[in-house]
């Protein structure tokens, strides 16, 4: 397996894996890699070649966001990308990316006017703008995105079909725990403690998940009830807890149709996010 650090390597790569007639997956990452990414990798090896991004992207952070304290491990990485298959690691430096005066911007509406979009206003705007990026440089045949990022997962879809990117979008299912805490890389941050304390998480999108499939269509009804479950837990506070629609991630007073049944939550210090989708009847 390759790691390289600049675009000219990836470019140069891929280009003779085309000669090849070759595909290629990509899997976008912020890297300290876990089995959640590792899925996506071997759900990708269904290319010929799987390449896989680390890069801790400042422009998706806000200004009082852990940006500096993001959790960074290339050789782990690296050891991970073996494990799950991986041909080619692109970890690029914030300069390779970015260069001085850089002005050119990626941005949405909509789809980020809710959930993580109303709380970290320029997140989105920074995810838009590295994956264009991404894209660009890898030029792959799909890339492969984690559902529990489902704001995120909605968005590139609708940024790929409206901007005519001419690459295959999948969406992979949520990995967790055994017991049932969602896979994430800030998991590291917490401690004893907190680690029991997130399966609030895990516990409130369950609730969902009952409710939703004992008939239950009242939005509030379910907001309620997993609301009860996190505040109960003293070191939970609540960010959002919602029920979206699926196309446009704006809240829905009934489940009607297909739904997005969202929350994050602060453990601690340390904010994670869960969901359940309803695809309907």
């Avoid at 269509?217 to 109960?232: F, Y």
Wanted: with cysteine; aromatic share 8%; proline share 3%.
């Amino acid at each position: 397996m390759l790691v390289v650090k600049t675009i000219r390597e990836v470019r140069e790569i891929v280009k003779q894996w085309r000669k090849e007639d070759l595909s290629v997956g990509f899997v976008p990452t912020m890297g300290y890699l876990h089995e959640g990414h590792q899925s996506l990798i071997r759900a990708a090896g269904e290319n010929d070649r799987v390449v896989v991004s680390i890069f801790v992207n400042p422009m998706q952070f806000g200004p009082k966001e852990d940006l500096a304290t993001y959790p960074r491990d290339l050789e782990h990485d690296k050891e991970k990308c073996i494990e799950a298959g991986a041909d080619l690691i692109f970890a690029p430096d914030v300069s390779e990316m970015y260069e001085d005066n850089f002005q050119a911007f990626v941005d949405m509406n909509l789809l980020t006017q809710e959930l993580c979009g109303l709380t970290r206003p320029c997140h989105f705007r920074g995810v838009c703008t590295v994956v264009t990026k991404l894209f660009n440089i890898v030029k792959p045949d799909r890339a492969y995105f984690g559902k529990k990022d489902a704001q995120q997962l909605a968005i590139i879809k609708r940024m790929v079909a409206d901007l005519n990117m001419d690459i295959e979008i999948i969406g992979c299912p949520i990995i967790r725990e055994a017991d049932g805490l969602a896979r994430s890389s800030r998991n590291v941050y917490l401690d004893t403690q907190e680690r029991k304390a997130a399966l609030v998480l895990s516990k409130a999108v369950n609730k969902a998940s009952e409710l939703i499939n004992s008939g239950e269509r009242n939005s509030e009804t379910i907001v309620s009830a997993m609301t009860q479950i996190i505040s109960a837990e003293p070191l939970a506070k609540i960010d959002y807890v919602k029920v979206v629609s699926l196309d446009t991630m704006q809240q829905i007073s009934e489940i009607n149709n297909s739904a997005l049944i969202a929350l994050a939550v602060y453990i601690g210090k340390t904010r994670l996010i869960d969901n359940f989708f309803y695809e309907g009847e």
